[in-house]
Every structure is written in structure tokens, then in C-alpha cells.
């Protein structure tokens, strides 16, 4: 039957073949790809892996650029700008995001804001806009940054003058007239209160009183030229630098108590505060913004979060780097040799595993007395976090050890150092780059939660904490959510973005592991 079928094949099928013909398999037309080539190639693939990358991008440059950009420091702290709201020019003219809250009161707190933009032009009522409902409550939105208003401050006859001079040169009225003490409110909380500088009456002096026309009455302290000598040249704009008549048609001044070596003022705290950062500053005028807000220590939200996200980086970078350099040694050598050098090594691992990090914490402190917080921490983490990463690489070379190559290599000689590093090793380095990655946030987020706690504080000089901020914000929840919002937000965001580029990274160096969550 094969002889027919043989014989029914043509002629012209079959090709004398020469002896000097070579045959050999097609030429690949692709480039070959190096290991980590490859695993980049299948992570740019995983679409969430990449956006969690360009957060984490630009969560970094976050930290990085702003503390070097914002006009405040850690350390700065005003006493008047506490749980100020947050407010972005873009949306100054909105009823977002401009640093106002909606207010309803009844016609004597409303008069008190509304007050100061009828003194100074500087509007606490938003745009002076309000309305009232049945009930007699008004209804306006409250500027936090002008709600301030007025402040009595005390000045030496040089920074009194230098504050003149600031007047002038910039044509800015930031000195007020002062309001006679027999007029000012006599009880506490308003006894210090500035802003009262219309005739009042009723206990501490809080009641309104209005002229025929149903306006306010100023009641400015005031002296006739000639009587009593004023030992401060003094240039008021409301009336004009060369004093005003009274009723009598005295030319009189607006005066200011002097307190001994000093001068008390009645100054716009909005324009005190300009004129003070620039005096600080030297690069110009400088308003108060917060893009985020205020602490309740008056501290810069923004400047805060990056400063503190800038410590969590860093610290978590380094903690991580060692621990992973530190536990893939001890790893390799357990799971190299095995037998009873790895069980001597697990049950030492296992031992420093069981303490808690609180624990190891506390110990340092006590031990270290007043050394400085940070060392305590990078100690605390650095003594049990290689554990890990030394169980990872234990794991690998128990995995690799035993493979073809790496018994080849022995076969042909190669010493236990050369097949450690140069055999199991890099195929164990794609794993461990993920665990370090995984690591970090891992870092983040206890040192938050320490932060948080106030095991550990690093609200001190110019460093921060996120876990501060938050550990702040917790106290103001209900008048002020924003201060322990914004660095939740942070926080989360990190957390969702590193999980999401680990997992990626796990996919990349290891694809069997894709969908795991091992």
C-alpha cells in the first residue's frame, strides 16, 4: 500500500538536495529583551498600575516643590489666622472654595461684621451682601481672613514711625483711630474687642446705638491741637493727615494711648499682617492666603502637608532600602544553607517579630532620654522590619536553589558567594523590588499612625507629620472638618496609589502571581 501511494507522488515533488546545502531556522526579526525590559514592557500594559505611578509622581513633586514655593514655614504660627478657612483666588468671586462661611445671625452680630466694611473698606460681610429672613436673622457669608478686622497692638517710638513711613510710602492705611476707653466694651470677652468703635451701650457695652438716620456713631478719641502734647506725629486718612475740625471748629487729631516707653494703636489686622511679612520677607507685599486652610495652632495647611508628606518619603525610602538590604543578606543566607542554620535564624526572626513596634518604641525612649525623635524612629522600624523582607528572600531561595542552572553551577565549582549573588539572586530581585515597594506605604502609614497617637511627636521646629495634622484636626471636627480632611485625602490617596503600582509591579516581574493577592 505505501509503494502505490509512493508511486503516485510526481516527480517534479522531489528536489536532489546537494551536499554543500545548509538549512537553518529563519532569522528573528525582533530584538531580544533583557529581563527588566520586559517586566516594564508588561506593567505599561496594567493601566491602574500606571496611574497609580503618575500619582505617586505627583504626590513626590508635591513634596518636593511646595515647602519651597509657599511664603510660610512649618514653623510659623499666627495666633489671629487659626482655623482660618481655605480660599483659592480662582474662586475668590464664587461662593466656593473663597474662604467664607454662610452665617445667620441676629442684627447685632451681624452689625459687627458688617461694621468693619463701612470702617475700612475691608469688606468681613462678603460684599457687603445680605439678607434677612421673617424671623429678623441676616444672612451673609463671612470673610475668615477679614472677620479679624481691628486689633490694638503696642509699638515703640521707631517701629511706630516705621509703620508711618510704611504708610506713606505705600499709601496704605493700616493705623485706625482709637476708640475712647470710656466707650469701649468693659467685660470680657469684648474688652480687648477693637472693633467696637461705635457708640454702644447696655452691660460691656455691646448695644448699638444709631443717629436719626439710622446710622452708626463713631466714637474716635481725639485731642485739640495745643492742648495736650502728643509726642507722635500722626497722619490719619479717614479724615486727612492735617486733623479735622470738631464742632467747635477746633482743628483736632485722632490719638492713641501711650502705654510708658510705647504707643497703643488701633491697626487693620489684614493690613498689619502685610505689612509685617513684608517687612519679614523683603520680596514685596504679601496678603494671607491658605489655599487649605489654617491649623488650629495657625499654622499653614499646605506648607504642613508637604513638609510632613516630605518627611514620609524620605523616611520611608531610607527605613525601606536598609531594611531590604539588611533582610535580603540574612534571607539568602537562611535559605541557602537551610538545615540548622535556618532554624536558628527563624526562631531569632521569630522572636523579634513577636514585639511590638510600640513596645520597641517606648524602650528606645526611655533608654535615649531626650535624643532626638526621628532616630528613635528610624531604631524602632529598623530593628523588626528587615524581618520581612529576609522571609521573602528565604522563600525565593528555597525556590531557586534547587533548579538546573544553579546545580550546574556548583557542578562546574562555583563557590556558595558566586551562586548566592550571581545565579539565585537576580531571579529573586524582581520579588524583593515589589515587597520594597510595597513596603513604603506600609512605612507611611505606621509612622502616620504613630504621629497620630503622639507615641512619637514631630510637630517640633520645621518638621511635621501628616499624622499630626490629622491627630489636630481631630480636635475641630465639627467647626473646622478641613484641617484633618485634607490630609486624610492625602493619606488615602497615597495608600490606593501604591497598592495599585505594587500590584502592577507583582504582575510585571511575576506573571503567574497576576490576580493574587499574595
Not at 546545502?21 to 500606571?50: E, I, M, P
Not at 501711650?258 to 496678603?287: C, F, M
Request: glycine share 8%.
Amino acid at each position: 500500500m505505501e509503494a502505490k501511494n509512493y508511486e503516485k507522488i510526481p516527480a517534479e515533488k522531489f528536489n536532489f538536495v546537494k551536499n554543500h546545502d545548509r538549512f537553518h531556522d529563519q532569522k528573528l526579526q525582533t530584538k531580544a529583551r533583557g529581563y527588566f525590559a520586559d517586566a516594564f514592557s508588561r506593567f505599561c500594559k496594567n493601566r491602574g498600575s500606571v496611574v497609580g505611578a503618575i500619582i505617586i509622581i505627583i504626590l513626590i513633586l508635591f513634596a518636593i516643590i511646595v515647602p519651597f514655593c509657599t511664603q510660610y514655614s512649618v514653623a510659623y504660627t499666627d495666633t489671629y489666622y487659626r482655623t482660618t478657612l481655605p480660599k483659592a483666588k480662582l474662586f475668590a468671586n464664587t461662593n466656593f472654595w473663597d474662604g467664607c462661611e454662610a452665617r445667620a445671625d441676629g442684627k447685632r452680630d451681624f452689625i459687627y461684621y458688617y461694621a468693619m466694611g463701612l470702617e475700612t473698606g475691608h469688606n468681613a460681610v462678603k460684599n457687603q451682601e445680605y439678607t434677612v429672613d421673617e424671623d429678623g436673622f441676616y444672612h451673609y457669608r463671612l470673610d475668615s481672613y477679614q472677620k479679624i478686622g481691628m486689633k490694638y497692638v503696642q509699638l515703640t517710638e521707631s517701629e511706630y514711625k516705621a509703620l508711618q513711613d510704611y504708610q506713606d510710602k505705600y499709601e496704605i492705611q493700616v493705623i485706625y483711630p482709637t476708640v475712647r476707653k470710656a466707650n469701649r466694651p468693659q467685660f470680657p470677652p469684648n474688652a480687648s474687642d477693637a472693633n467696637y468703635y461705635y457708640k454702644t451701650t447696655g452691660t460691656g457695652r455691646t448695644d448699638i446705638v444709631y443717629d436719626e438716620n439710622g446710622n452708626i456713631i463713631p466714637v474716635y478719641d481725639y485731642y485739640v491741637e495745643g492742648n495736650a502734647a502728643d509726642k507722635y506725629t500722626s497722619k490719619m486718612r479717614i479724615e486727612g493727615a492735617d486733623g479735622f475740625l470738631d464742632e467747635e471748629g477746633n482743628v483736632c487729631y485722632y490719638s492713641y494711648a501711650i502705654v510708658g516707653p510705647t504707643v497703643e494703636v488701633r491697626v487693620n489686622y489684614y493690613e498689619y499682617y502685610i505689612y509685617q511679612h513684608t517687612q519679614v520677607l523683603k520680596d514685596g507685599i504679601t496678603e494671607p492666603y491658605f489655599i487649605f486652610g489654617t491649623t488650629g495652632n495657625g499654622q499653614d495647611i499646605l506648607t504642613c502637608l508637604a513638609s510632613g508628606a516630605r518627611f514620609s518619603f524620605i523616611f520611608a525610602i531610607i527605613v525601606a532600602v536598609v531594611n531590604m538590604f539588611v533582610g535580603a543578606i540574612y534571607g539568602a543566607v537562611e535559605g541557602y544553607y537551610g538545615g540548622k542554620a535556618d532554624l536558628f535564624m527563624e526562631r531569632i526572626s521569630d522572636i523579634l517579630a513577636a514585639v511590638p513596634i510600640m513596645i520597641v518604641i517606648t524602650l528606645l525612649k526611655l533608654h535615649m532620654g531626650g535624643s532626638s525623635q526621628i532616630l528613635v524612629l528610624f531604631l524602632a522600624f529598623f530593628m523588626t522590619g528587615w524581618i520581612g523582607m529576609a522571609s521573602t528572600t528565604r522563600m525565593q531561595f528555597y525556590r531557586y536553589k534547587n533548579q538546573e542552572y544553579v546545580l550546574a553551577a556548583r557542578t562546574l565549582g562555583s563557590k556558595d558567594r558566586r551562586i548566592i549573588w550571581k545565579h539565585i539572586f537576580p531571579n529573586a530581585l524582581g520579588t524583593l523590588v515589589t515587597s520594597c515597594a510595597l513596603v513604603i506605604p506600609s512605612m507611611i502609614f505606621s509612622e502616620t499612625n504613630l504621629s497620630y497617637l503622639g507615641i512619637i511627636n514631630l510637630s517640633s521646629g520645621n518638621i511635621t507629620s501628616v499624622g499630626t495634622l490629622i491627630s489636630q484636626g481631630q480636635a475641630a471636627l465639627s467647626t473646622a472638618p478641613y484641617i484633618a480632611l485634607i490630609p486624610s485625602v492625602f493619606l488615602v490617596l497615597l495608600m490606593l496609589s501604591f497598592n495599585l503600582f505594587g500590584n502592577g509591579l507583582r504582575d510585571a516581574f511575576n506573571p503567574s502571581l497576576r490576580g493574587t493577592e499574595g
